[in-house]
């Protein structure tokens, strides 16, 4: 069985300030990860994914990630927030090649001018 | 990546009745999927629906509720049932794609359902 832990429902920055989300997880097996960035009113759009290559993941709009097995964490990051980084984020979870997704409780973003 | 469309993309419904709501593809693919996520939480699978066969219904969701349809390999249906007002959420279709990073999965825009 699979499952995400974020820490923190709620995650607020200033624009240019580093931009951090916490995603823990819990895999019986080796897991894909996933995260997903869901703008107001939209569905939701792929960042990056970790699927056993290498662990330091680099996705769009500057965003990257990095596996640590040891910790069983993949947190999120992006150096330099900006405004149009306001959005819920979605960590999650699959075996390897399987469609079962498991996401996690998600983490709003807010940036401040 | 596959570019995916619902239909409705909001609707208010009385209770009691029932609501379609459509996904389209623009690519054919095997396997879809139906997401329920509800005010203020994360995305939970309903459903799996492949082409030629019954849904595959997840724990604690049942096709009189939620029946499915998948008539070809671009096109999915999901009808909410005798609705109530814990059936509000948004509704998301997603397909599965394989790419040279491996798999992953696309989402469509969504369909915030109110019932009233």
């Known amino acids: 069985a699979q499952s995400v832990t974020q820490l923190g429902s709620h995650v607020s920055v200033s624009e240019g300030a580093l931009v951090l989300l916490r995603c823990n997880y819990s895999?019986?097996?080796?897991?894909?990860l996933f995260w997903y960035v869901q703008y107001p009113n939209q569905g939701l759009q792929l960042l990056l994914k970790y699927t056993s290559a290498a662990t330091l993941v680099k996705g769009i709009n500057g965003f990257e990630a990095e596996f640590k097995k040891s910790e069983t964490s993949f947190h999120l990051t992006k150096p330099s927030a900006h405004m149009s980084d306001a959005a819920e984020y979605f960590c999650?979870?699959?075996?390897?090649?399987?469609?079962?997704?498991?996401f996690g409780a998600g983490t709003t973003v807010t940036v401040r001018a | 990546s596959a570019v995916i469309s619902q239909k409705p993309s909001r609707d208010i419904c009385q209770r009691g009745t029932s609501l379609t709501i459509q996904c389209q593809v623009d690519s054919q693919v095997t396997m879809m999927f139906w997401y329920r996520q509800q005010p203020g939480q994360s995305l939970t699978l309903i459903a799996t629906a492949n082409q030629g066969s019954e849904a595959t219904y997840e724990s604690g969701f049942v096709i009189d509720k939620f029946p499915i349809s998948r008539p070809n390999l671009t096109f999915s249906t999901l009808t909410v049932s005798n609705m109530s007002p814990e059936d509000s959420s948004i509704y998301l279709c997603?397909?599965?794609?394989?790419?040279?990073?491996?798999?992953?999965?696309?989402f469509g825009p969504g369909t915030r359902l109110t019932v009233t």
């Open positions: 895999s019986s097996v080796p897991p894909y």
């Open positions: 999650a979870v699959s075996p390897p090649n399987d469609y079962k997704l498991s």
């Open positions: 997603s397909v599965e794609g394989v790419t040279a990073g491996g798999y992953e999965q696309y």
